[in-house]
């Protein structure tokens, strides 16, 4: 165990629990004792556990002679521990015994209730959310990553209900008028990954070869449980070719749960989800099937990264998931090749990792932790989308077919036990050895996953030799660093040129009158800044065509980081969009982009002199990709247009092109007078149209329609809607719905969050947080990941005022937390570099 860590020690390991459970369905609380098989490797008279909540009755523990010792209990309630002090010291095998009762909560964490409505009657079921550390508010246990186990589970519950878990059942009788289910023992893993559900349960079942692949839903739910049945069925297959590993358990469950915290957990054979980020079927818009199938594809890969091999320590948190990011994206382009993934990659993963890390209040993938109140706060971009962009470069560099044989020796050599990042990369470097690549991939791993931040290279052309240098990318400027960057530069006269940048500054060859791209294909995790010279002659190939889309997403988007810093002024950049970029019949990842980008500009320029001329690009842009895609969607169109017509549509709708909001407006009406179907992709940009431009009126009818909802995709989107209203009067209701019984406490932050990025409601969200934020605090603990939501929505807030009330707030002991510290710190600084972009444009808030 690392030294200064919060943690139990070494002394005493886990070898097996053996836990019986007997919920109260009424009371909602429950009875439990556990045997705990353990080895101590010196003696002591004093064994710590985790526990949490929970009341322990009895505890003895049994030495291997026989003999028992009664243990005196003892918390450390800020702890989070339990001492265990016996009345003479213990040595080797023993077997702690523990008697304990608990109590279902509401709070989406440890073993809690989740209500849903059948037919007309409110119903319960049980389920679990033990990640990172909450297994100890459910058993008491040694809530560590390190400390693997086997379990064997037994459940008494009411003879009317059913029981899930990690492992098939391996026995089920009736005694004393209750059901007891016995499951069999679990594989070793961590106590995070054991599963507990209750309830009654509708199940749709399909197989690959002997596995029984089951989607689990609440009564009425079924019929959206085919498609992502077949979804886990593709990607398995996949999984299982790619690592060369079989999945390891006899049966797999995908679990809908209509409270949870977050959007789904890995929980081993027994894969916990949102509702709406399982269930879809032909009625689901094409953004949310392939959100439902992202997700699915994310926490499958889990069962091999993360569940068969796990971290050892949270500081590699990373190991988990950039590797099942990095994963979906791979398995999702090779079972669906037209929807584009490698396209949308650049949008989706790339941009918001960039965007994350280019603040100074960023950390390492591999981030220290040590105490768990930290864990919280790398739940974030930087584990998931930045960790899975630098894999995906250290793939480039190594190669695609010696990365993935690493991976495979590397899951093979850990599999059932824990490992360090030292131990991936090593796979990773043997294999590209043999490979007879001459590549560092150690060095080169180890700096870009253990520094923080990411640099910008500036290319400066001359007559011969280009100068290159590097430096941090941060938008306040500042920061320091020097990286190994897999240097891949494409020359407009054809050559190529692929090396290992490690210096501060360098060379290469000059393209003559010809342009230079670097970055060539966008693998690598870093920005660059042209020269004017060169950045025209890379317009003009993005104007002929003579570009990738990548990399012209890649031009396009450089540019736009240097704007939001204040680098390049707004016009600058909007005079390029203009110049270079108005043939919208270019690759998905550009037209994203500047469609999105031109958003995110009205945003921060509502209200001010410029956004006459942001708007004025927005509709030309908007308008021409629209008028080449239509209103309607093609049964055999891509993905990737059905995403752009709706991004178009939005775009114009909120920069205020009066046909498409009459179009808009026209189908909304008619879609509450008469309850004419909207077609499923337009819905959700339609709603957000009607919002912002239809008043109080428009707000009951989606309130009304919200109301009268049941599937879950279109209830979230409802909610999103709802917080575009564009009024400050109507956006106040809607801020105080989000906490109403009418709406389920993991969606609360829904509305804030779309109110943020609403031009009227990015000042105003501060306040309704502010006003209530004790119930927040109260409300959401740590370990659901969800406080700190509610702190980074005041993100796109760039009041001067605004900013100086949220510290001097968070400068107040019992406002803070240690979960949200990182959250409180993020947000503030994106404030800051608001106030700087409006400052460097020369205009002020509008608010």
Not at 141 to 151: G, L, M, R, S, Y
Not at 397 to 422: C, I, M, P, Q, S
Not at 510 to 536: E, I
Not at 600 to 619: F, W
Request: glycine share 10%; hydrophobic share 40%.
């Amino acid at each position: 165990m690392a030294e200064g860590r919060e943690t139990l020690g070494d002394n005493v390991v886990p070898s097996n629990y053996s836990i019986t459970i007997e919920p109260d369905m009424r009371r909602f609380e429950y009875s439990g004792s556990e045997e705990i098989l353990v080895e101590i490797k010196s003696a002591t008279d004093m064994i710590m556990l985790n526990s949490k909540e929970l009341e322990i009755t009895d505890a003895t523990v049994a030495a291997a002679d026989g003999s028992e010792s009664r243990a005196r209990i003892s918390l450390l309630g800020d702890m989070e521990q339990v001492g265990l002090k016996l009345d003479r010291p213990v040595r080797g095998s023993a077997t702690i015994k523990l008697k304990f009762s608990g109590k279902n909560n509401d709070g989406m964490y440890g073993f809690y209730r989740s209500a849903y409505v059948n037919g007309s009657k409110k119903e319960y079921m049980l389920t679990t959310q033990f990640e990172p550390v909450d297994a100890r508010a459910a058993f008491p246990c040694f809530d560590e990553p390190a400390f693997k186990a086997t379990f064997n589970l037994k459940l008494v519950i009411d003879r009317d209900l059913d029981a899930i878990s990690n492992t098939e059942i391996a026995g089920q009788s009736i005694v004393g008028g209750k059901k007891v289910v016995t499951f069999q023992t679990t594989p070793r893993m961590s106590c995070y990954l054991l599963y507990i559900g209750v309830g009654r349960f509708e199940y749709t079942t399909g197989r690959l070869r002997s596995l029984k692949i089951r989607v689990v839903t609440t009564p009425g739910k079924r019929s959206m449980a085919r498609l992502p049945l077949e979804y886990a069925r593709h990607f398995v297959a996949f999984y299982e070719r790619y690592f060369g590993v079989r999945y390891p358990l006899g049966k797999l469950d995908l679990i809908a749960v209509p409270d949870f915290a977050v959007g789904a957990m890995e929980n081993w054979g027994a894969i916990t989800f949102r509702e709406v980020t399982l269930l879809a079927d032909e009625n689901t818009p094409t953004a949310t099937k392939q959100h439902v199938a992202e997700v699915v594809a994310h926490e499958l890969a889990h069962q091999w990264f993360g569940d068969l091999v796990t971290m050892g320590w949270w500081d590699d948190l990373w190991l988990n998931e950039s590797f099942a990011t990095f994963m979906s994206y791979k398995a999702m382009s090779a079972v669906f090749p037209q929807w584009r993934m490698d396209s949308q990659f650049f949008v989706n993963v790339v941009s918001k990792a960039m965007g994350a890390d280019a603040l100074r209040a960023t950390h390492p993938i591999s981030a220290e932790i040590r105490s768990t109140h930290d864990i919280d706060s790398i739940f974030d971009e930087i584990s998931y989308e930045k960790g899975c962009s630098v894999l995906r470069m250290l793939e480039d560099y190594a190669g695609k077919e010696a990365f993935r044989k690493g991976l495979g020796r590397y899951l093979k050599a850990h599999a059932y036990a824990n490992a360090t990042k030292e131990d991936l990369w090593g796979a990773i470097d043997a294999a590209a050895g043999s490979s007879g690549k001459r590549v560092r991939v150690q060095e080169v791993a180890r700096r870009w996953i253990e520094t923080e931040g990411y640099p910008l290279i500036r290319y400066d052309a001359g007559a011969r030799r280009a100068k290159l240098s590097q430096e941090r990318f941060t938008y306040l400027g500042g920061g320091s660093g020097l990286w190994p960057i897999p240097l891949h530069a494409k020359l407009g006269g054809g050559r190529e040129i692929s090396t290992l940048v490690d210096t501060r500054t360098g060379s290469m060859p000059a393209s003559g009158a010809g342009w230079t791209k670097l970055n060539a294909g966008q693998a690598g995790f870093y920005r660059v800044a042209y020269d004017a010279d060169t950045l025209d002659s890379l317009g003009d190939a993005i104007k002929s065509g003579g570009i990738s889309g990548a990399d012209a997403w890649g031009i396009e988007d450089d540019l736009f980081a240097r704007a939001r810093g204040g680098e390049v002024k707004a016009d600058a950049y909007l005079g390029f969009i203009e110049d270079f970029c108005m043939d919208t019949t270019g690759d998905y990842p550009v037209n994203a982009s500047i469609s999105g980008h031109l958003g995110r500009l009205r945003l921060a320029l509502y209200g001010t002199r410029l956004q006459g001329a942001v708007d004025a690009v927005a509709l030309r842009y908007n308008g021409a990709m629209l008028k080449e895609l239509g209103w309607r969607t093609n049964p055999k169109e891509t993905n990737t247009t059905t995403l752009l017509r709706t991004s178009a549509v939005i775009g114009l709708g909120l920069s205020g092109d009066k046909a498409t909001i009459a179009r808009a407006m026209e189908l909304f009406e008619s879609s509450v007078r008469s309850g004419k179907a909207i077609e499923p992709n337009m819905r959700g940009a339609v709603y957000a149209i009607a919002a912002w431009n239809g008043g109080a009126g428009a707000y009951g009818a989606l309130a009304r329609i919200y109301a009268g909802e049941n599937r879950p995709d279109w209830r979230r989107k409802l909610l999103e809607s709802m917080g575009m209203a564009g009024s400050a009067k109507v956006l106040d209701r809607a801020l105080s719905f989000s906490l109403s019984g009418g709406v389920k406490l993991q969606d609360a932050f829904v509305i804030p969050n779309a109110a943020s990025f609403n031009p009227v409601g990015k000042n105003i969200v501060w306040g309704w947080t502010r006003a209530n934020w004790g119930r927040l605090r109260s409300t959401f603990g740590a370990g659901t990941h969800m406080l700190g939501r509610f702190v980074e929505n005041i993100g796109n807030a760039d009041s001067a005022a605004t900013l100086a009330d949220f510290e001097r707030f968070f400068a107040i002991k019992r406002n803070a937390r240690g979960d949200i510290t990182r959250s409180i710190r993020k947000t503030a600084e994106r404030m800051r570099v608001n106030i700087r972009f409006l400052q460097t444009n020369r205009v002020s808030s509008a608010h």
